[in-house]
């Protein structure tokens, strides 16, 4: 068969060649799980679509979708697909109460200018309880499959430049903005996660992302019923109060790829106990990605040596580099080993990465190579030029995944994409992003919005959030960042178990131990130090870590402190 040119004609192949016999699991627990096979899904996406085209919606609409966690997804993304629609996901769980979910549809439905909402019965009570007024009609799935005729959907006329989905950004650097992905670009995602991860007809891809952000829908949707490869779906949350769940569905369903942040990998590590390792089965593993946060070397090899009894090949794990704007940029390729080099640290504040035989040297992990369809630089981001191997720089892509830019947002898009370099006639993608190539390994940095400069110094946050955690098994996920007009010229928020500790324990002393550590390893003049309840520290839907919104807490004084010092002891 000819390659497809839309995420319709991807889903029609694949039911053609597959039928039910592959498709989508999801487990709600470890036991108790759903299958909607391909041939299933093809139908429920053309009753939808013929619903939607029953009820007045068109080619160019947008269709925000606010679902309970289920397959419903996955019929929600094709039916509105298949409607020639732009699918809109929302989040719907980890967001508080009824009154925080429903605004948050609704700015997402301002946003998009959506034309429809679609809800489910559950999730409409949800939103009707918060009383909040939402901006578009409300329609439940349940209806449009009820009401809708599979055989009498008629393909909509559009190609691969069409608008498929807006993925609104977590706002973790920024104001949230609708980014734009069209079939082609979705397409050329899939190709390019066959390249690097192998995913395929014979894959089995299990993961637990949430299905509203790009990652999650893309490698536990979009990507196997491109490619025709089962997958295996769970919750955020299941994941969250049982992270060892993960590692189970992987083990029960010989899973082959997965993917996690690097937050996830060390919450593996610390609950995994021998017993529960000995009842697990990673060798079916081929690509354990790595990726949505800073990958952490000592966090992979935790990993690694933890679950090497139940078969994990730590070639395996796949560090890798992907946004919302750009999809995959890089990648471990498969059946390789990992890099990690020791460089100077000192030369790195610098902008240089120089290998050192040092044993105190900093330790960094790569994120391998882009494939074949995509083109990475490392600009010099004032004057707008590459640099030479081994200096950091800011990452510009180039490929075929690439955005076309924020929805109705012209210009946040021109401050994005769009972008030349002397001598170069391609397009590219400014990512925000500190990197460095060398050896042809691209490693990342930091983030140039995010970036601590001292006294000429670039000091990186994920740096100094990593060596506050690792201080008492009481620390947690920590959020770094540069303090304007402030005695302190740096500021550490850092989560903290008190369950973790003995009952006699002294947590001015663990403060002046955060404290006195980043002022030494850093070189800090001095540092606020502020230790709050687990959760407290924002994060997006996949745990990356939200540094700018932590710090507009702090200024606004509205952070929940336990106990801080520097910030205003309590």
């Avoid at 094709?78 to 429903?102: E, K, Q, W």
């Avoid at 609704?106 to 679609?118: E, F, L, Q």
């Avoid at 090949?313 to 080993?337: H, Q, R, W, Y």
């Avoid at 200096?391 to 490929?399: D, K, P, R």
Wanted: proline share 6%; hydrophobic share 40%; glycine share 10%.
């Amino acid at each position: 068969m000819s390659s497809p040119l839309t995420l319709i004609e991807a889903l029609q192949r694949t039911a053609a060649v597959h039928g039910d016999d592959r498709g989508v699991t999801y487990h709600l627990t470890v036991p108790e799980s759903q299958f909607r096979g391909y041939a299933e899904l093809d139908r429920h996406a053309r009753t939808i679509a013929d619903a939607l085209s029953a009820g007045g919606y068109a080619v160019g609409d947008r269709a925000v979708v606010a679902l309970s966690p289920g397959l419903a997804w996955a019929d929600a993304l094709f039916g509105i697909l298949f409607a020639g629609l732009t699918f809109v996901p929302a989040p719907t769980g980890g967001y508080g109460d009824a009154s925080a979910l429903a605004s948050r549809v609704a700015g997402i439905s301002r946003g998009s200018d959506a034309t429809v909402i679609i809800t489910d019965a559950a999730m409409r009570a949800v939103l009707d309880e918060s009383g909040t007024e939402l901006p578009a009609p409300v329609v439940l799935l349940e209806d449009l499959l009820a009401s809708g005729s599979a055989g009498a959907w008629s393909a909509p006329q559009i190609d691969g430049e069409t608008t498929a989905v807006l993925f609104f950004t977590s706002g973790s650097t920024g104001d949230p903005k609708g980014v734009i992905g069209t079939h082609s670009g979705l397409l050329a995602t899939v190709e390019g996660c066959d390249e690097l991860f192998g995913i395929g007809p014979e894959s089995t891809v299990v993961g637990w992302a949430p299905l509203h952000h790009a990652m999650g829908l893309l490698l536990q949707v979009i990507v196997p019923v491109a490619s025709g490869a089962r997958t295996v779906i769970t919750t955020t949350e299941l994941f969250q109060r049982r992270p060892l769940s993960w590692l189970q569905l992987i083990s029960l369903y010989r899973g082959t790829v997965s993917v996690a942040g690097n937050f996830a990998y060390a919450l593996c590590v610390q609950f995994a106990t021998d017993e529960r390792v000995a009842e697990l089965d990673l060798s079916s593993l081929t690509t354990l990605i790595s990726g949505s946060e800073p990958v952490r070397p000592e966090t992979v090899a935790a990993f690694i040596e933890r679950f090497a009894p139940a078969g994990l090949d730590p070639t395996t794990i796949a560090p890798a580099l992907g946004m919302t704007e750009a999809m995959l940029v890089s990648c471990k390729p498969i059946g390789t080993g990992f890099v990690v080099r020791r460089v100077d640290a000192d030369r790195l504040e610098q902008g240089q990465l120089v290998p050192s035989d040092d044993d105190s040297a900093t330790r960094v992990i790569s994120n391998g190579r882009p494939p074949s369809s995509t083109t990475i630089r490392i600009v010099d981001a004032e004057a707008g030029e590459p640099v030479a191997d081994g200096t950091v720089g800011e990452i510009w892509i180039s490929s075929p995944m690439v955005s076309p830019g924020y929805f109705r947002r012209p210009d946040a898009t021109a401050e994005t994409f769009g972008h030349r370099l002397p001598g170069d006639d391609r397009s590219y993608m400014r990512s925000g992003d500190l990197g460095v190539v060398l050896d042809g390994e691209l490693y990342i940095t930091g983030r140039l919005k995010e970036l601590i400069i001292l006294r000429g110094r670039n000091v990186y946050p994920q740096d100094i959030e990593a060596a506050a955690s690792a201080l008492s098994p009481a620390l947690g996920i920590a959020a770094a960042f540069e303090l304007d007009d402030h005695p302190a010229p740096v500021g550490i928020i850092v989560e903290y178990d008190t369950s973790e500790l003995p009952d006699d324990h002294d947590h001015e002393q663990l403060l002046a131990l955060v404290g006195a550590e980043l002022v030494r390893r850093f070189s800090l003049p001095s540092v606020a130090v502020g230790l709050v309840a687990p959760g407290s520290v924002p994060r997006t839907a996949t745990g990356k870590v939200r540094r700018k919104p932590t710090r507009s807490l702090v200024e606004a004084d509205s952070v929940p402190f336990l106990h801080a010092s520097g910030f205003g002891a309590r």
